[in-house]
């Protein structure tokens, strides 16, 4: 590990003396998981480290480079961040950054396996079990370490997926429904519309994720003290693109002047979870799929144009903060089991993720991307060859389906090591369509196939 400046402490001999009260607790923690070194070795570091500056809320570590990325903990010669126009640019350290840039650096691990050699598993978001706390308990009794974070599966009327914002719009006092389109799966276009001459209040109404994530955090949160969810694990909020509901519930020609309402909806409902909490506890993805319909020409859409559907993304990255890990789902539906169309290859969803990789200047920990079940050809997966993510993103590839198992699974995998290593698996999109007593064999199918997938490396 790279040594990090800190300052002498008085009657302190050297910095050797420093490192030896620092490699002592680790020595003694061999006997542990990594999990448990990881910590011992971070609250040793904590001792001789500088102050942290903070936010002015005390909300969560920040460096003094604004826009700043992770730092490599591979340099020290300083560390990249990216310009508002996606250059990227070094910085060189000052040895009082030190201890703010190492609480950026230890995010570094925090969505990885904890065991190097095994193939972690993403839970895309829903998952129909009784409530959350069946969920938790299912998921990491039979994921265990596999799963960096566990969503509560959006049971209830959260089920299928942005439909019951239908809801919100319904108390939205500037709005007003119209008529009902029968579209793709929740996609039901010109519902509702402006009210003319409306002069009131213009603004959405709480949008029940902030409740939602932190009820169901406090059962996490309950289950991880008793020791029934692994240490180190994040608790995962799913949050759709505010263009999801917006492209399915507002009519074209009140869009623009509503969508912006709905957006400043969201964002408050993100505060309201950052606000409750911890960071470090905490993993927020970004459901994208309305924008690959769009982008796909399947639907029409008062916005089209790539960099302007790509850069709604890039600004809800900018919303999560460092600390918090975060992830895109870029998503192809799932309504009756079918896409809205099947993606010719990865061509597209490489061009978003290196989009995104280049303007957001955060690290991005996870895409998720699914594949066909059709799709164990080297077509579909050559794209991913010239992928430009940091090294630091999980890339995972709904390559499981239930119909062929693991075995279809082990084909596309196959095809897939061709242009890209190290990836983890998935499900094409969340589980919450499926009957709940298919939920348990799916997962433990998904770990059958990431340990034949560990085999093939071994």
Known sequence: ???????????????????????????????????????????????????????????????????????????????????????????????????????????????????????????????????????????????????????????????????????VMDQAPMIERRQHVDGYGAVQVDLYSEKKDHAGERAFPPLGYARAALASYA???????????????????????????????IEPGSFHRVEPLYVAAMHRELDEILSAIPHEELAVQWDAALEFAVLEGVFPAPVTDFRSLVGRMVELGSWVPDAVAMGFHLCYGDANHKHFKDPDSTSLMVQVMNDLARRVVRTIDWFHLPVPIARDDDAYFKPLSVLKTSPDTQIYLGLAHVRDGREGALRRATSARKFIKGFGIATECGLGRRPSETIVPLLRMQVEIAEAIDGLDA
């Open 1 to 167: 590990m790279q040594e990090i400046c800190r300052p002498q402490r008085k009657g302190r001999n050297s910095a050797a003396e420093a490192r030896r009260d620092i490699a002592r607790p680790i020595r003694s923690a061999i006997r542990f998981r990594a999990s448990n070194l990881r910590e011992i070795t971070e609250s040793a570091l904590m001792k001789h480290r500088s102050p942290t500056i903070r936010n002015p809320d005390g909300a969560y570590p920040i460096c003094r480079c604004s826009g700043s990325r992770r730092p490599s903990l591979s340099s020290d010669r300083g560390f990249p961040f990216r310009s508002d126009e996606g250059v990227v640019v070094r910085q060189r350290r000052a040895s009082s950054d030190h201890a703010e840039n190492f609480d950026n650096a230890r995010a570094h691990e925090r969505m990885k396996p904890m065991t190097v050699k095994s193939t972690p598993i993403l839970l895309v978001g829903s998952v129909p079990l009784r409530d959350e706390a069946e969920v938790f308990a299912e998921v990491a009794g039979i994921l265990g370490e596999r799963v960096a974070a566990i969503p509560d599966g959006e049971t209830g009327a959260r089920t299928n997926w942005i439909n019951w914002q239908k809801s």
């Open 219 to 249: 059962t996490f949160r309950a289950m991880k003290e008793e020791g029934r969810i692994a240490p180190g694990t994040r608790f995962q909020v799913a949050l759709p693109t505010p263009f999801a509901p917006m492209m399915s519930f």
